[in-house]
């Protein structure tokens, strides 16, 4: 049973780089059947989809947060990443990482979720 | 990129039906047969319930349908249960460029 989990700090100072890391287990990442992707939900509110990855390195990001999403994989530790720059609290949510089919693009698998907070 | 409309809320008493819409474009739910819709209860992560338009991962209950007609995609929830009290988030694919675009959520209220 492939599993997701999410880490990195819970709390990151305005301006600063949020950094997060989803450990894949269960599963290779370099799958050629599936996309991984990260999605955040500030509090109260709906899923953003924010970028995902291929494992080959190819990248997909919402064009409303591209200037400051980089997503990368790292293969060898089965692990992929999300770097967003310059947040502010409107970056305060949850951000899960999940595991898109490919072809069909929806979601089967997500991670439990990490609370991030953007507070000096 | 817009995320797709739905109804912020609706509410059912158990055992009627009920049924959520999430409207698109021509670019995102019109194009592609490719419509997801996640279930979410509090605190947890969300839940693929529908993909491929109307399509049932094994495991979902078959109170559970999709469709779509055009540029609008719906869920539909038979036989209403307290335990289908949640949010309800419609996705779809939106091309290359855009890759995957959500719905704003739909609170349901089983009465």
């Known amino acids: 049973q492939l599993q997701l989990q999410e880490s990195g700090p819970g709390l990151v100072k305005p301006s600063e780089t949020l950094s997060l890391i989803c450990t894949v287990s269960g599963g290779s990442i370099s799958s050629s059947n599936y996309y991984w992707g990260w999605i955040c939900q500030p509090p109260g509110k709906g899923l953003e989809w924010i970028g995902s990855i291929y494992y080959s390195g190819s990248t997909f990001y919402n064009p409303s947060l591209k200037s400051r999403v980089t997503i990368s994989v790292d293969t060898s530790k089965n692990q992929f990443s999300l770097r967003l720059s310059s947040v502010t609290a409107a970056d305060t949510a949850v951000y899960y990482c999940?595991?898109?089919?490919?072809?069909?693009?929806?979601?089967?698998?997500w991670g439990k979720g990490t609370t991030v907070i953007v507070s000096s | 990129q817009s995320a797709l409309t739905q109804p912020a809320s609706v509410s059912g008493s158990p055992g009627q039906s009920i049924t959520i819409s999430c409207t698109g474009t021509s670019s995102d739910v019109g194009s592609y047969n490719l419509v997801s819709w996640y279930q979410q209860h509090p605190g947890k992560a969300p839940k693929v319930m529908i993909y491929g338009d109307s399509k049932r991962p094994s495991g979902v209950s078959n109170r559970f349908s999709g469709s779509k007609s055009g540029n609008t995609a719906s869920l539909k929830i038979s036989g209403l249960q307290a335990e289908d009290e949640a949010d309800y988030y419609c996705?779809?694919?939106?091309?290359?460029?855009?890759?995957?675009?959500f719905g704003g959520g739909t609170k349901l209220t089983v009465l």
């Open positions: 999940a595991r898109h089919v490919d072809y069909s693009y929806y979601i089967d698998v």
């Open positions: 996705c779809s694919y939106a091309g290359s460029s855009t890759f995957v675009v």
